[in-house]
């Protein structure tokens, strides 16, 4: 069976995100989006939120399955039998970093990288600049699920009667 990771922070997860998880879906057996567990970041959702938001999204697509990770992605690779990791490239500034990772990935287990191209709708589109726009009431819709713009409301509402 091919099995490829998307992983990633996906907080929250963007169209951006759900348009390269699609395509790969359609290139591999299966495809495991990974959340990264970064205890040294707190994000603005948690790990379980980011599980479920992504779970919901990605329903239609029967071959996608949810998990998470902490440490390195290459023994996550190890551990399920995964031997390529699919990223999107939004533009030449994701490259450097991007072909670092890929090249350090590879030197450490024999895990290769897809490259895909984001879809140029998405192509200006990160999660943290999401959550700014989302926190002055900027308007996301079209660039993030429906389900995230609810749950975006919830928490600066949420913000706002705290602080
Ligand atoms: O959505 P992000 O935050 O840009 O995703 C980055 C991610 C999770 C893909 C990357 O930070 C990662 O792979 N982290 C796991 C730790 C690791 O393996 N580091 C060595 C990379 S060569």
């Known amino acids: 069976m091919r099995r ?4 990633g922070s996906f907080d929250p997860v963007t169209n ?6 699609a395509r790969a879906s ?6 495991v989006v990974a959340v990264l567990v970064n205890h ?36 996550f690779c190890t551990e399920h039998d995964v031997r390529s990791i699919v990223k999107g490239l939004r ?10 990772m890929a090249q350090m990935n590879r030197r450490l287990a024999d895990v290769d990288t ?6 140029p709708l998405y192509s ?10 989302a926190t002055y ?14 749950r975006l409301e919830a928490k600066i509402s949420d913000a706002a009667e705290q602080g």
């Open 124 to 133: 200006f589109l990160s999660s943290s600049l999401i959550k700014e726009v």
């Open 91 to 100: 533009a030449v500034s994701d490259f450097d970093y991007e072909l670092q």
């Open 4 to 7: 490829a990771v998307c992983p």
């Open 16 to 21: 951006g995100h759900l348009d390269i998880i």
């Open 40 to 75: 040294k970041k707190q994000g603005l959702f948690s790990i379980p939120e980011r599980i479920e938001i992504l779970s919901e999204v990605t329903a239609d697509l029967p071959n996608v399955v949810i998990d998470s990770f902490h440490g390195l992605l290459v023994d």
């Open 26 to 31: 359609e290139l591999f057996d299966e495809v």
């Open 137 to 150: 009431g900027g308007d996301v819709s079209g660039l993030v699920p429906p389900t995230v713009i609810d």
């Open 114 to 119: 897809v490259f895909m191209s984001t879809n």
